[in-house]
């Protein structure tokens, strides 16, 4: 006998949520929407938000963009308190967030392209134009003596 499908989340089991509209102590449960696609300037936001310097970071808008549209994961829903906060609540093991459970994620994610990004010798080089810029000080300096 087989037993019964384990899910990848390390055994956490899809539970039943209430529908939406339900009242949680003090708080609704919000309806389950589908994303809406962000405007180019809430994806502008949401990425200086996570850390981007735009317009540097300007090819990892995607990221940000993929952040404001991800679904949430299973067992989480949001909720709004008395207060019009709106929070995230899992139903499985009662943890809430006031950030999408997802943004964690895709911070994650901004910084490992971004670290690609620079090891690919992307025109970001901060750190190397620094170090050029103060040899080149103390280049001027020998120079003026």
């Known amino acids: 006998g087989l037993g019964p499908p384990h899910s990848p989340e ?4 899809e539970v039943e949520i209430p529908p939406a509209g ?4 003090s708080s609704t449960i919000l309806p389950k929407e589908a ?20 317009p540097k970071d300007q090819p990892l808008l995607w990221v940000a963009r993929a952040a404001l549209v991800a679904e949430l994961p299973p067992n989480w829903r949001a909720c709004e308190d008395e207060n019009g906060g709106v929070y995230y609540f899992n139903f499985a093991t009662g943890e809430s967030l006031w ?3 997802m943004d964690e994620h895709y911070k994650e994610l901004f910084r490992s392209e971004k670290r690609k ?3 690919e010798g992307a025109p970001s080089g901060t750190v190397a134009r620094a170090k050029k810029e103060k040899k080149e ?6 120079a003026e003596e």
């Open 22 to 25: 339900t009242m949680v102590g």
């Open 10 to 13: 390390g055994g956490a089991e």
């Open 99 to 101: 950030d999408h459970p």
């Open 117 to 119: 990004l620079e090891v």
């Open 35 to 54: 994303p809406k696609e962000p405007t180019p300037q809430e994806v502008e936001e949401y990425g200086e938000w996570m850390g981007m310097e735009l």
């Open 137 to 142: 000080r103390k280049g001027k300096k020998e």
